[in-house]
């Protein structure tokens, strides 16, 4: 498969959330506001690039009866770091993703990208696959966060767009039921529009 095939699975086809339903705790979790779906999705995407490029390097020298331990240190190495770096530069939204940060390390779609792919491909697949995968990953909890935002709050980012004078906003979308409630929404969506334009 060429790289930029690899790339481009994570998008759409693979998508994590909205074709394979991985990593749903974070993504039902921190989607409450916009921004902190994107956060989030950044923080794992920046984990799963480099996860995949470490686990790529060292693949012929990684004995395969402590795989997934050795995974796992370098994994929760970089999720230490971006806890460090997010908790040293954006205070406010690693405060608001709380917990979820650390639990990237058992984040079943990094652990998963490690074991089926990157442990088997070259390094350059790997990087394309944890890129792809990654904003994929950014792309659906950004979309379901807005979703969600928007419905409970009228906002976006932040920014209003359905007026306070007029709207009445829908408070359960800003709950973890409504969190089920709106996945649930898109992915009926995202099943017609891969079934109207053939994405399988």
Not at 33 to 38: H, I, S, W
Not at 121 to 134: C, F, K, N, R
Not at 153 to 176: H, K, N, R
């Amino acid at each position: 498969m060429s790289i930029m095939k690899e790339f481009s699975k994570g998008i759409i086809k693979e998508n994590a959330v909205f074709r394979l339903l991985l990593g749903l705790c974070p993504t039902l979790a921190v989607t409450g506001l916009a921004e902190n779906g994107f956060g989030m999705g950044l923080a794992t995407t920046a984990v799963l690039v480099a996860s995949n490029l470490v686990i790529s390097l060292l693949k012929g020298v990684i004995p395969s009866k402590i795989r997934i331990p050795i995974f796992i240190i370098v994994i929760a190495t970089f999720v230490t770091m971006v806890d460090m770096v997010l908790n040293a530069y954006m205070p406010v939204l690693h405060s608001q993703l709380g917990i979820f940060v650390p639990l990237i390390v058992v984040n079943c779609l990094v652990l998963g990208r490690a074991e089926a792919f990157a442990s088997k491909q070259p390094v350059i697949h790997s990087l394309a696959d944890g890129l792809g995968m990654g904003l994929g990953f950014t792309l659906a909890l950004t979309i379901l966060a807005a979703v969600r935002e928007l419905l409970a709050q009228g906002t976006i980012f932040q920014i209003e767009i359905l007026g306070a004078d007029w709207y009445q906003p829908f408070q359960v979308f800003g709950s973890p039921a409504g969190a089920f409630l709106a996945l649930g929404l898109l992915l009926a969506v995202m099943s017609a529009l891969s079934a109207k334009f053939k994405l399988e």
